[in-house]
Antibody
Framework: QVQLVQSGSELKKPGASVKVSCKAS????????MNWVRQAPGQGPEWMGW????????TYAQGFTGRFVFALDTSVNTAYLQISSLSTEDTAVYYC???????????WGQGTLVTVSS | QSALTQPASVSGSPGQSITISCTGT?????????VSWYHQHPGKAPKLIIY???NRPSGVSNRFSGSKSGNTASLTISGLQAEDEADYYC??????????FGTGTKVTVL
C-alpha cells in the first residue's frame, strides 16, 4: 500500500539545523509531488510548499523561504526537509504528504516532532 | 495568503447532520474547483475525506459530502457518529502553485 514513513522526533538547540526524512513506498516516487506541512502546537496545519519529484524543483510558500530546503534522493524514494538556524518558533510537527492529484494530499506521513529548546 | 475562515467549533448529537463552512476569496475558493477537506484526530496525521469540492476518496464514508457556492465551500457530515469527533480543515488551491489551509473546526459529538 502507499505509505510515507518519516524519521523520528528531534530535539535541537536554537541555532542548530535539522533534517527530516520522508520515505515513500507502494508507488512510483517520481510520479507524484511531495508537500511539506507544519503544525505548531495547538495550531492548524500550514502549507510550507512542495517539491516536484520528477525535476527536483521546489516551491516554497510565503514565510518558508531562506532557512527551509526541500531535497530528494530518488535512489531511495526519500524526500527531505532541512531547516537551518532553528528558533523556538520552529517547534512543531512537520508532515510530508503526497500530492495524489492537483494539490490533494494523500497519504500523509505520520509526522515528525521537532522541538527547539535551550 | 490569508487562511481560509472556518468556524472554530461545531457540535451535534449522534445521528444529526452538521455543516462546516470554509470561506475564502475570489482568488482561491471562488476561483478553483480544488477544495479539499481533511479530518485530524488527536495525535494523528490529517486524513483526506473530500477532494475537488465534492469527491470522496475510496473508503471514505458517504456520510461526508462537500459543496461550494461562490467563495464558500462546505462540508456536511450526516448521521453524526462519535468517531466523527475531530478537527476538520479545508484547503484550496490559490493560484501560482500555492495552497492555503483553513483555520480549522473542532467537531464535538454531544
Amino acid at each position: 500500500q502507499v505509505q510515507l514513513v518519516q524519521s523520528g522526533s528531534e530535539l535541537k538547540k536554537p541555532g542548530a539545523s535539522v533534517k527530516v526524512s520522508c520515505k515513500a513506498s507502494g508507488y512510483t516516487f517520481t510520479s507524484y509531488g511531495m508537500n511539506w506541512v507544519r503544525q505548531a502546537p495547538g495550531q492548524g496545519p500550514e502549507w510550507m510548499g512542495w517539491i516536484n519529484t520528477n525535476t527536483g524543483n521546489p516551491t516554497y510558500a510565503q514565510g518558508f523561504t531562506g532557512r527551509f530546503v526541500f531535497a530528494l534522493d530518488t535512489s531511495v524514494n526519500t524526500a527531505y526537509l532541512q531547516i537551518s538556524s532553528l528558533s523556538t518558533e520552529d517547534t512543531a510537527v512537520y508532515y510530508c504528504a503526497r500530492d495524489s492529484r492537483y494539490f490533494v494530499f494523500d497519504p500523509w506521513g505520520q509526522g515528525t516532532l521537532v522541538t527547539v529548546s535551550s | 495568503q490569508s487562511a481560509l475562515t472556518q468556524p472554530a467549533s461545531v457540535s451535534g448529537s449522534p445521528g444529526q447532520s452538521i455543516t462546516i463552512s470554509c470561506t475564502g476569496t475570489s482568488s482561491d475558493v471562488g476561483a478553483y474547483k480544488y477544495v479539499s477537506w481533511y479530518h485530524q484526530h488527536p495525535g494523528k496525521a490529517p486524513k483526506l475525506i473530500i477532494y475537488d469540492v465534492s469527491n470522496r476518496p475510496s473508503g471514505v464514508s458517504n456520510r461526508f459530502s462537500g459543496s461550494k457556492s461562490g467563495n464558500t465551500a462546505s462540508l456536511t457530515i450526516s448521521g453524526l457518529q462519535a468517531e466523527d469527533e475531530a478537527d476538520y480543515y479545508c484547503t484550496s488551491y490559490s493560484g501560482s502553485t500555492t495552497l492555503v489551509f483553513g483555520t480549522g473546526t473542532k467537531v464535538t459529538v454531544l
